[in-house]
């Protein structure tokens, strides 16, 4: 029973020597050159990035032609395109020097003929939910309050609560030029018609093998 129990701790011991050395070589073969290579990947990563002062590359070449105007949105400030100078019939008040009862009637031609809402239904919505008719050249806030053309998101976002959030933090709509900052985004009315919003929905192409075997 003595002897045994010698011979199992001789035993312990030397195992624990071998595990010793080995540990010390394979630490000496692995880490011999601490100035070039790492232990691990994250202590390259560490080491690397303590004189990386943020990048170099930055988007402005491909912004230079571009009108965009700067805001800030809660926590977010970036850049999005200019709308009044890409807007055919502005400004409005070219034509509308008048109250709107008195330019329309039955004699009067139709001066939106391409223009018929598809957004939301008729209680909700109609062009001077949107439009100011005392004032053509700026939106109109839900409450009365002025929005300039340029800030149409305004307007959206008071009903598209969410897309609003989703957009400001760049998760809905696009950036424009590259990922590299500053950072350019696509407004609302870029992607949506204001009087007609929704995308079409389209069936993804099919592929008639049919078709191809006729035509052979
Ligand atoms: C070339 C002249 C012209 C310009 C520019 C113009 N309008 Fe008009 N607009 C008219 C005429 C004419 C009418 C009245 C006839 C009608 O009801 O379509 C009208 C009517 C409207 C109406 C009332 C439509 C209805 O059915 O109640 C709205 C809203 C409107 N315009 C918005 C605008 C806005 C916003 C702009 C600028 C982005 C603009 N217009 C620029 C000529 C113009
Ligand atoms: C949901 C809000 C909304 C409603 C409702 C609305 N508009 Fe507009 N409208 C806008 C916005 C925003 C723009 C500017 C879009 C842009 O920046 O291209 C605009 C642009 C226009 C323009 C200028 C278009 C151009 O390219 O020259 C006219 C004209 C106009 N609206 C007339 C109308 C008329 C008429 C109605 C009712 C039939 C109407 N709008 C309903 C939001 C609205
Ligand atoms: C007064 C409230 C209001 C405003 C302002 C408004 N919308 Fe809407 N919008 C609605 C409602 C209501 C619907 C219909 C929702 C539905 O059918 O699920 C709708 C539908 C849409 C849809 C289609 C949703 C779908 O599921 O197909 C889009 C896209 C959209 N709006 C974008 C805009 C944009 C862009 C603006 C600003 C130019 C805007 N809306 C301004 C109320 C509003
Ligand atoms: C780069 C283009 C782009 C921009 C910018 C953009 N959207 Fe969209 N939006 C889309 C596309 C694409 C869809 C999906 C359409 C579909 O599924 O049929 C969409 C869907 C929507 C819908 C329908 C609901 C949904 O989530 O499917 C609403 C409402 C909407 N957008 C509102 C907005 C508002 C408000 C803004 C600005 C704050 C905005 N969008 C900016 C492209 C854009």
């Not at 199992?8 to 011991?13: I, M, N, P, V, W």
């Not at 232990?39 to 590359?57: F, L, P, R």
Request: glycine residues 4%; positive net charge; aromatic residues 8%.
């Amino acid at each position: 029973m003595k002897i045994r129990k010698s011979i199992h701790k001789d035993y312990l011991k030397n195992i624990s020597k071998i595990v010793c050395v080995l540990w010390l070589v394979i630490s000496v073969i692995s880490c011999k050159n601490h100035n070039e290579e790492y232990h691990k990947v994250t202590d390259k990563i560490e080491a690397e990035s303590k004189n990386y002062h943020g990048t170099s590359i930055s988007s402005d070449k491909f912004l230079e032609e571009l009108n965009l105007i700067e805001i800030t949105e809660g926590e977010h400030t970036f850049l999005i395109p200019e709308r009044k100078s890409q807007i055919q019939s502005y400004a409005c008040t070219e034509c509308h020097t008048d109250d709107l009862d008195k330019i329309k009637g039955k004699d009067v031609k139709k001066g939106h003929w391409n223009i018929s809402l598809n957004h939301a239904n008729e209680n909700t919505m109609n062009c001077l939910t949107c439009h100011n008719g005392d004032d053509m050249d700026n939106l109109k806030s839900l409450t009365g309050n002025k929005i300039d053309f340029d800030y149409s998101y305004n307007l959206c976002n008071q009903c598209h609560t969410k897309q609003f959030e989703d957009w400001k933090g760049g998760a809905h709509g696009k950036k424009i030029a590259s990922w590299a900052p500053p950072r350019a985004s696509m407004t609302c009315v870029n992607c949506h018609n204001p009087h007609s919003p929704s995308y079409e929905k389209r069936w993804p192409v099919g592929y008639n093998s049919q078709k191809r075997q006729e035509r052979k």
